[in-house]
């Protein structure tokens, strides 16, 4: 496959304290693509994920070295606000503000500056189009977000994301607290947005992985230790520990 | 029943009359004061200045003057005890120095009212030459309530799920919008409560007004912030120990008024905390 990179990590090591969280990755990924990331608990799946738009300074422990390129720019140099847009993330469990389900939607735009109501309007009803939300709930706009169901909600959490214009999205487990039947409507939403934006899905979930990624990468304790096509990592992985987590001998 | 029953009786029991030992004392004390009190109270009671040496007439100078007071130290307080804990619990990073300004919080509001009333004479009515004006008193008032605001605010924003922020910031938002739209609307609720109990305790307080505003006998309004003007606090302090021959019932109704008063104001918090907890759904 030949395609761009839009990401590029050059030696990435992270530490949280002295505990080291990740070492020495180099990871490119590619436009429009989904890439997975697998891999069991504390594998540094999260920390790779929240590298990449500098979430992981929250916590003020953080430590990185190496590089990490949007873009062909170093991220050191785009202000947080501007890769935060950029760079969005859909977190493990759907986090809804206790707001109605519109202005979910539209804080993201309010806070780049984005006042005009019709506007704002326009661009909420996109995002909760483009998520498969909006026929479940054009008729409730105003309804706080927490009374969706989790599958709903999560989906109002894409579209919050959406609603920014990123370039890429990063899922945490996405699915992890939701039913099989959300769990399929997330996935569906995931294809349908593959023409638009680069995906990262990390996830615990190997089938999840083999259903919607493209390519798919195994992480453990803070390294990856094999990255290929999808197909070919889950029939035919060239390292050993991959194939005993793949095959459910460990993690 | 068995053991762990009868166990678990005995405790709630015990507990019960705990708080019922707490309670009566209070009850007590009200029903003792409005006894007393309430036989004095007047339309002419609230709505004149005392006559005749105190001893008939209203207390009139003296509910505004406490308004007046509660009012200047609220708009004293509150920007400045929110904006710190805003500072303490968003912005500051968590090294000595902070660590020391939390410790300090915590301590100043074990300080006895008459040292904060010591100091804001000292500072303020002597060395800012305020004089015993409205100002100083407010200003000695508010730093008293500082303390307990503060704690309050704190409480109260740390309180909102650190999800809300983390939710705002990965979104592109700045750092003081956060705080702004996803973490201050949740905590106001914490934060207004806090305010009412500390401007409540500062609105009974005798000795911070002693040397910086209150003052002994002045029958009509103040006309500007550098004027004194007659508090309840004080007014019955005066009227119970300086005055002979003071009717009893005029200082319970005096005492009844200030009660009043304060209930008013946690009333007025009970009624926006309840409006804001409807809005709030995690």
């Excluded at chain 2, 309430?38 to 004149?48: H, K, N, P, R």
Aim: net charge positive; hydrophobic share 45%.
């Amino acid at each position: 496959m030949v395609a761009e990179a839009i990401i590029k990590t050059v030696d990435l090591n992270c530490s949280f304290g002295s505990t080291a969280a990740m070492s020495d990755l180099n990871l490119e990924i590619y436009k429009n693509e989904i890439l997975g990331i697998i891999g069991p608990a504390n594998s540094g799946k999260t920390t790779f994920l929240r590298a990449l738009n500098r979430l992981n300074y929250l916590n003020t422990s953080y430590s990185q070295a190496g590089d990490i390129f949007f873009e062909n720019r170093n991220i050191k140099q785009i202000p947080d606000s501007l890769l935060r847009k950029k760079i969005g993330i859909i977190f493990a469990l759907p986090q809804v503000l206790p707001v109605s389900i519109f202005n979910n939607v539209a804080y993201g735009p309010k806070v780049h500056g984005i006042t005009k109501k019709n506007t704002v309007r326009e661009i909420v009803e996109n995002a909760l189009k483009k998520a498969y939300l909006w026929d479940e709930i054009k008729d409730r706009l105003d309804t706080p977000a927490t009374r969706l169901s989790g599958g709903q909600q999560q989906r109002l959490c894409i579209a919050r994301t959406l609603a920014v214009g990123p370039d890429v999205i990063l899922y945490d487990e996405p699915c992890s607290g939701l039913d099989p039947i959300s769990t399929a409507k997330v996935e569906d939403t995931m294809r349908e947005l593959k023409k638009d934006y680069t995906q990262i899905l990390v996830t615990n979930n190997t089938k999840q992985a083999a259903r919607v990624t493209e390519r798919c990468g195994f992480f453990l304790m803070g390294e990856l230790v094999e990255i290929d096509e999808t197909e070919t990592l889950f029939t035919n992985p060239k390292d050993k520990r991959t194939d005993d987590y793949i095959t459910g001998r460990f993690g | 029943m068995n053991a762990a029953k009868i166990r678990e009786k005995v405790a709630f029991a015990v507990l019960g009359l705990i708080t019922l030992l707490v309670v009566i004392p209070i009850m007590l004390t009200i029903l003792y004061v409005v006894k007393n009190g309430a036989g004095a109270i007047s339309w002419e009671f609230l709505t004149q200045s005392p006559r005749n040496g105190m001893k008939e007439g209203g207390i009139f100078p003296a509910i505004i003057g406490t308004i007046i007071l509660i009012i200047g130290t609220m708009l004293c307080s509150l920007p400045l005890g929110i904006l710190s804990a805003i500072y303490l619990v968003e912005y500051a990073k968590d090294n000595f120095f902070t660590r020391l300004i939390k410790l300090s919080v915590v301590n100043l509001s074990g300080i006895p009212s008459i040292v904060y009333g010591l100091f804001g004479f000292t500072l303020f009515v002597m060395l800012l030459r305020c004089g015993t004006s409205i100002l100083a008193g407010s200003l000695t008032l508010a730093i008293m309530s500082l303390p307990v605001i503060i704690t309050a605010a704190k409480e109260a924003l740390e309180s909102v799920p650190f999800s809300f922020r983390e939710i705002s910031l990965s979104l592109g938002a700045s750092k003081w919008q956060t705080v702004r739209y996803c973490v201050l609307p949740y905590a106001i609720p914490g934060i207004l409560t806090g305010t009412v109990l500390s401007l409540s305790r500062a609105a009974g307080e005798t000795a911070p007004i002693l040397f910086t505003v209150a003052a002994f006998y002045l029958p009509r309004l103040p006309r500007s912030i550098f004027d004194q003007v007659m508090a309840l606090p004080y007014h019955l302090y005066v009227i119970s120990t300086q005055v002979p021959n003071m009717p009893a019932k005029l200082s319970f109704a005096t005492g009844l008024v200030l009660i009043a008063l304060v209930f008013l104001m946690n009333l007025v918090s009970i009624i926006l905390r309840a409006h804001y907890r409807k809005k709030k759904q995690w």
